[in-house]
């Protein structure tokens, strides 16, 4: 099954061409990359410390076909060598989901292929499926810019979400705490660059909820401890040092590190307990990235006896590789939609993707 797949629910324009192989009705990873183009915004959106959505969307609108177009190029395949077309249809920024959507429509009309929705939150989900070939069940970790969930991936379109953030993703954390200090966009790498010559310990900085029972996470009161931190700083010597700086950013790094691992391994117990074995952790989104908090997820893997697994950084960004593997799975059970697929702005995974059969209304 070979399938072109397009993502474009945030700030990256994508086109991918992906190879599943087939076994008993559903797709067998890892998967076969036969091309992955993305195009990043950052430097349209750099000058405003965050995406800003109307620049989105018209970037999007412009740049799809050319991704397309490189691809299929890449692929060293046609239009007509696919099996079908697959485009994130939400959630995500209306303007950008709808530039994806209409050009996935366009596609599969022009070229007489089957058209399949997916949901972005389902593409990162299957990641370690696409990048692994990771069976059935495990837990996922998503952990990005404009997501932060736990999600027990218990099956094909069963999911449940175990945790997540009450209030900031650690994506926008990161940015926001980036900001705070004066360092540039995205934050994460900002701030892990400078966290590595600091100390983590020199300031306290809370752990949000880790004191209450459940898996949901707070970041934004981190990110004002942050600001108070610094201001006291600012207030006492007129400015921060280079060192004032490192340490907090490691301090920063430290607690959300602290914060989602923590929680992890209460997700990891709690399946479990349920399972009686403990699943595979697996993680996605930008943030897993970040060095500190994989060590720190690994360890809470070992500690509750899984499996970790961190695919590449690239599949774990957003990227149409995993649009196109989300879709290969939805589409090798059956799953279609028609020309009336709609762009959704909120499409939470584990209430309206259980169906995988039919339209992804
Ligand atoms: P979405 O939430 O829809 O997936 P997004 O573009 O915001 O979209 P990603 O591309 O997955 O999310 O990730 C970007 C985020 O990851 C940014 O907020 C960035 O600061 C953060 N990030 C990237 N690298 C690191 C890092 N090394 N440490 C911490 N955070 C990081
Ligand atoms: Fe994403």
Known sequence: LTILGLESSCDDTAAAVVRARIENGAPV??????SSVVVGQNALHAAFGGVVPEIAARAHAERLDLCVERALAEAGLALR??????A???PGLIGGVLSGVMCAKGLA????LPLVGVNHLEGHALTPRLSDGLPYPYLMLLASGGHCQLLA???PGAYERLGGTIDDAPGEAFDKAAKLLGLGYPGGPEIEREAAAGDPSRFALPRPL???PGCDMSFSGLKTAL???RDLLVERQGGLTAADRADLCAAFQAACAEVLAEKTRRALAQERARAGAAPALAVAGG???NRTLRAALEQAARDEGGAFFAPPPALCTDNAAMIAWAGAERFARGARDGLDLAARPRWPLDRSAAPMLGSGK
Do not use: E
């Open 287 to 289: 943030v897993a990235a």
């Open 153 to 155: 991936v218990r099956g």
């Open 81 to 86: 060598d696919m099996d079908a077309v697959a």
């Open 109 to 112: 009309m022009g070229a007489g």
């Open 210 to 212: 880790l004191d209450r």
């Open 88 to 90: 994130t249809a939400g």
């Open 29 to 34: 990873g890892p998967g076969r990359i036969l």
């Open 227 to 229: 600001r108070r931190a």
